[in-house]
């Protein structure tokens, strides 16, 4: 059974902050095999197999789950918390809000939802 990726609200229509290649490779002056876009803010990192691997690092800086490949031709996403491969790649859905379906109603107050985490 194939499992489905729960982060897909965390997929904007981004537009990529480096559009030339990985983000602190460039300020560094290093290089890079592979570039990752981050679907949540646009962060442009490099991969696994380059030297510097800013695309992991930027998901455990930030937890920013959803990346998709940055390469020309390639059209796939990776969801680091389910450790998802999603072909083709996810795309910010248009509708505003889906049903909110996923958090069990509480019996009294929803006072302290833990929502705005930051
Ligand atoms: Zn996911
Ligand atoms: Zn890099
Ligand atoms: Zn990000």
Not at 14 to 38: F, I, Q
Not at 68 to 87: A, K, P, Q, T, Y
Not at 89 to 102: G, I, N, S
Not at 107 to 115: C, K, L, N, Q, V
Request: proline residues 9%.
């Amino acid at each position: 059974m194939s499992q489905r990726c729960t982060h897909l609200d965390h997929v904007h229509a981004v537009t990529p902050k480096t559009p030339n290649g990985c983000e602190e490779c460039l300020a560094t002056g290093s290089g890079w095999v592979h570039l990752r876009l981050c679907l949540e803010c646009g962060h442009v990192g490099c991969c696994d197999d380059s030297p510097n691997r800013h695309a992991t690092k930027h998901f455990h800086a930030t937890t920013h789950p959803v990346m998709r490949s940055f390469e020309r031709g390639e059209d796939w996403g990776w969801c680091f918390v389910d450790e998802l491969f999603m072909e083709p790649a996810p795309e910010a859905t248009a509708e505003p809000a889906p049903k909110a379906a996923a958090e069990p109603a509480p019996g009294a107050t929803a006072a302290s939802a833990p929502r705005t985490a930051r």
